[in-house]
Every structure is written in structure tokens, then in C-alpha cells.
């Protein structure tokens, strides 16, 4: 819901927003300039009248002084019949500057206000207002509810670089456009006459009818300083029934022009003072140093609509397309997913269009959204659950055990659990495991024990249908056909070759990115955007079940890069490394933001052996600021597979690693990555005590005794792997 509300008026909205900010951040500097070149006020006690004397010196047909909230003085007069303007030296009241708006100005505040479409696009602009005070207050919610908080509002953001970059620049400038669209609203119906006006100046009573009193005899004038006033309007020449009109910040009244009487006064009321404050809160006047920040606040939105934008295509093009999805609330199966990479929604649309077949009224939507209270009418919950990492919940089921697990009994609706994973994997399904378990906790109705699919079979997936179907009383078959991940055309430009002295061969590829049209470039679409640790994809000629590799590059390095060992019978291994510089792949990446070096000067551990070394040197390739990065790297042999042997040792000159140490199982010291962390418990302990991260790649063997050692060598200190992982300070990329 509030996603929704932040996403629409965003999206329709966008081009007007973006051209009433960039003309609100303009008009913001102008408070600023004309407080900068006004006149310093150097007679602090300076009183109204004699500044008028002055002024009437000058320009003896002065009709009206008036004071700008920047202290700029003006003053009006009319001599000769012509009229005239200019802003005055409030020590000589010689003119030292014009009285006219710039033009800029002027062009500026037409289009922010009306669009040049006077009253109609006064409504418009008002509308655009409205829908910036919508995303204020949506996005500051979904801003405090992906940080976890208002007290974590502030912590470090992980994602893509358009999603880091939309919500870095909403938390700091969310108060200011919250304050600039309520303030925008305010005085749009100010305008229409929509709030109620103060009482105004007082009607002009009688007067003494005496006219020439000198302005220095009028105590009024006399005890006013010119720091508080707004505006003294002169009595019409030779009229004997006129008398002087003065606005102060206190208030506004008439005064004799005869006898120097104050004849009536009316003190500014709470209702103008409000008014007042809304005004300067949104022009600046009187707050230029406000008006500036409000006007850098501004900037952002058009790089928060073009970061949105960007957001929504590319969530838009990887979600799924199911037609016919019933509303929750009219279902009567609710079908929930999780998914990280997006295949698991292939899945779900296949059972959709079944279920719909067979009758069935069906609602698809992530885990994420679980909320039982708006299925009304619903008797069968279906999970369809793949499992990341070790265990740990997809990118769309966030958040759905905690709302599980808050549910104070189980709805009156049973439900099937089905998990995907990959079986070669230590915690296959481990996470619809847990889903089921505390399903039957909550004392849920099982419709069928929980089963699982493996590495996307539709085999696998057929079946389960058909003992689902049984178990709900309708004939179903699951016709399901993988999709192709859309995939880039990636042509390798080098290789380097090892492991072949120990029958083990491994390669390290390089590949040239593809280069997009420069308009997607421009609206940030222009090609594959990743970082060293994420992961790239290669689909394998007569599959569609794409293999995954970590890369030890990231885009700004202008390639992708991936370390490849040949696994007997492995059909995307072997494809791989029979390929030749100028031969082509289809693949693509996928974000790994759990995995990648924590920012600022954090030591990091860098723990990996084989080809896991992949996305630990392109964490080191990519750490020009000089993180402390330490390097515990496993291989075979010295001379057939140590990979990127030149460059750790040009890394570690240049202090991107601050240390290296290696050790090899086939040599006479038979030494194991573990094994060297075990020696260096001691320099271990003490990094880790100093708030190091941990990161550890490679084969799961590997990463089992890494974590074997590192628990043997935290023990002393009270510590484990288990309780670093639960701090953040943790993570595995294990195959």
C-alpha cells in the first residue's frame, strides 16, 4: 500500500516535479543575492522618520518607503508626473540600485507559480505540491522501514547504485520537500482565498484636517527604528484628509499628518503571523540562508525521479506477469513466493493459470506482503519458498516468519510448502524448512508434507502438482517451461590458464561488456551495472537453467571477470573453458549485496581457497581508498594454481591488501587455508576484536573448516562464527 502510494503520483507525476524544483532550487538563491548586495543598516537606532527626511532630501515627491525582509530599502516617488523606483543608502537615501525584479526572476517565479498558465496552472502547480507532500511522507516511510527504524535511519544502505542513491538522497532532503510542498499548498489557497485573511489595516478615522507637521516632530515615526519597518505610505500631496499609513513588524495603523498623532493601530494577529512564517519558509525571504537549504534539498528530486524511475523499469521488467490475478481479499488460494533471483515466479504463474483452470480464484504476491487479516475468503495458503545463502530468507520473504511467528493462532486455512534449491548445496531448502516448521508450531493444517524442487526441475515440480492436486480434491498437471533469463552477449578477451600440472583445470576469464545505445546510458540503463562478489549467470547452450559464478570484477572496471574450474561432466564448466578469445556467452548478473566488504576503514578478512578467490581480489582491485584487507588464500600448488599471483603481490605493494598469506595442500608442508588461519590465531583474534568483517568463498569443505578453525581460535574471547553472522560481521559465498 504505502509502496504504491510512493510509486504512482512519483511516476505521473515526475516532469512536473522535477520542473517545479528546479525552479524553486533557482528562485532560492535570489533571497541571498539581494540580502548580499543591499546596504549594510550602520545606524543600528536609525528611527522611520529620519530615513523618510532623507529619503524626501533626495527624491522630494517620495509617496511610500518600504522594507524588504532582506533589509532592503525602497523607495517610490512620483515627480513631474513620472514615477519612480529605486533602492535606497539608508545613511544618505541617494539610490544605489534598481527597484525592479530581475527578469530572470521574474521568468522564474511565473513558471514556479502559474506554469505561465495563470490560474489554471496555479491548480496545476498546487497538484504537483500535493503529490511531493504524498512522497515525503510515503517515502519517509519506506525509508524507516528499510533501515529498520527511526533510530537506524542513518545506517548504511546496501542495494544497487539507483536504490542506494534514491534512498541517500530522500533521508536527507524528505523534511526539507515535506516542508516546501505543505508551505506551497498553504499559500495556493491563500491565493484562491481559501484561508482566512487578518483584519487588514484599521479603517482611516477623522482627522485633525492640519497638514506640514515635520516629519522629525512625529513622536511615532521618531520611536519606530527603520529595523522593524515594512512599509510608510506618504498622505496624497495637498490632501488635508489623508494621513500617514505605517506597517511595522508589530503592526500596521495611520498617524496624523498634522498633529503627529497615532489615530488608530492594530496589532498583527497570531492568524497573519502564521501566514507570514509559511510565506518566508517557502520563498526564503527573510531566511535566505533557509531558502538555500531548501533549494539544495530541491535538487534531488530530479535525481530522485530519475533513480525512481530507473527503480520501477527494472523491478517492472524482472516481476512477473500474471494475468488474472484475483484481489487477496476475493481469493480462495492465496499463493505466496519467495524468491531471490525470480525463477521461483515463474513457478508461481504456472500454478496460477492451473489452479485458475481447475476453478480456482487465486492471488499470487511475495511472501513479503503475508498478511492472513485480508484473506477473507481464502482456505488454502500455498508457499513457494527458494532458500539463500545458508539458509536465510529470499529477497521477497522478508520479514515472513517474523509476521508468522506474530500471528497469535493459525487462520482457519490450511497450507503446502514447497522449497527450490539446488541439492549440491549444504542447506538445500533450508529456509522452507523453517517455514514449515513453524507453520506446524503455530498449529497450521497441513494440506501435504512439504516437498522440495530441485535446481528448477519441472519434473520435480509436475509432481508435486499432482499429489497437491489429490490432496485438494482436483485433477492438476504442471506443465511448466523454465524461462531464459534475459541475458547479454559477453565476448572473452583473454584467458589465463592453471591447474593443469595437477589435473585440476581452472581459468581465469576476462569478458568485454556490452556497449548500450547512448540513450539508456543516459537514464542509467546502459548495460550489466555490478560490483566484484556479485554474480554472474551463464546459460548454457540447451538449458535453461542458468550456472552461477562470482565475479572478481565490478562495471567501473570495464569487464567482467570470472575464475572457472572444470568439474568433470559439469556441462556450463566445460562450455566455459573450451572457449577462445572472440568466442561469445549468454549471461547475466545478479545482485550479492550480502557479500562484499563493509564501507570505511573496517579491517576486513579475506578468506578463500581455489577459485573462491574470485570476488575476494575484486574486492581488492576495487579498494583504492586502502582498507585494511587481509588475505588468507589456499591453493594447490605455487607453481600450477596460484591465481592472481602477480597481482597480490602488486596489490599488497600498493597497500589495497594490507597482508597476504597463502598456504598449499601439495607441498611438502601440506598446509590448508584453515591451518594458516590457525597460526595467525593470535593477528585473527585481534583483527576480529577490532571490529574486522569476515568473508569467506570457496568450496563448502573449505568454508566448514575455516569455520572449525576461526571457533577454536574466538573461544577465548567469547566469540563465534554464529555470533558474528548475527552482528553483520560474517558472510559466506559457498558452492
Sequence with gaps: MIRSLHRWPGLIAAVLLIVLALSGAALSVFPELESAKTPALTEPALNVATLAERALAVHPGVE????????????????DGTPGAAVIDPATGQAVGSADTPAVERWLRTLHRSLFLDDTGRIVAAIGAAAMLILSLSGAALVVRRTGGWRRIFRPLKGSLSGRLHVEIARIAVAGLFLSSLTALWMTASTFGYVPEGPGLPRLPDVSGQT?????????????????????????????????????????GYIDQGTGDLLI??????????????????????????????????????????????LWLSRRRSSPRIRGNVPAGHADTIVLVGSEGGSTWGFAATLHS???????????????????????????????????????????AKGFLDRLAA??????????????????FPHFCEYAAQVARLAADKGWNTTLPMDTVDRQSPQDFARWGRAFGAAIGLPLELAHQPVVPRTDVLTLVSRRDYGAEVQSPTAILRFALPRAPLWR?????????????????????GSAVPRFYSLASGHRDGFAEICVKKHPGGLCSGMLLDLQPGDTVHAFTRRNPDFRPARGQVPVILIGAGTGIGPLVGFARANTRKQPMHLWFGARHPDSDLLYGEELISWEAERRLTSVTTAFSRTAQRTYVQDALRGDGARVAQLIAEGAQVLVCGGRDMAAGVASALTDILAPHGLTPAVLKAEGRYAEDVY
Design 64 to 79: 511610500q518607503i518600504r522594507r524588504a525582509p532582506s533589509g532592503a530599502i525602497t523607495a517610490f516617488w512620483f515627480n
Design 212 to 252: 506640514g507637521l515635520a516629519l522629525s516632530d512625529m513622536a511615532v515615526l521618531q520611536d519606530t527604528p527603520v529595523s522593524s519597518l515594512r512599509e510608510l505610505t506618504f498622505p496624497y500631496p495637498g490632501d488635508p484628509t489623508d494621513a500617514f499609513a505605517l506597517k511595522t513588524d508589530a503592526g500596521e
Design 265 to 310: 493601530w492594530s496589532d498583527l494577529s497570531a492568524w497573519d503571523r502564521v501566514t507570514e512564517t509559511i510565506y518566508m519558509l517557502h520563498t526564503g525571504q527573510g531566511a535566505a540562508l533557509l531558502g538555500l537549504i531548501l533549494g539544495v534539498m530541491a535538487l534531488g528530486v530530479p535525481v530522485m525521479a530519475i533513480t525512481g524511475f530507473v
Design 354 to 396: 492451473a489452479l485458475t483452470k481447475a476453478g480456482k480464484r487465486v492471488h499470487v504476491a511475495p511472501m513479503s506482503s503475508f498478511a492472513p487479516a485480508r484473506y477473507g475468503h481464502a482456505t488454502q495458503l500455498v508457499v513457494l519458498a527458494a532458500t539463500y545463502g545458508d539458509g536465510t530468507a529470499p529477497a521477497s
Design 407 to 424: 500471528l497469535p493462532h493459525a487462520p482457519a486455512m490450511s497450507i503446502a510448502v514447497l522449497g527450490f534449491g539446488d541439492r549440491s
Design 521 to 541: 546510458r543516459l537514464i542509467g540503463l546502459g548495460g550489466p551495472r555490478f560490483s566484484a562478489g556479485d554474480l554472474m549467470g551463464i546459460v548454457p547452450e
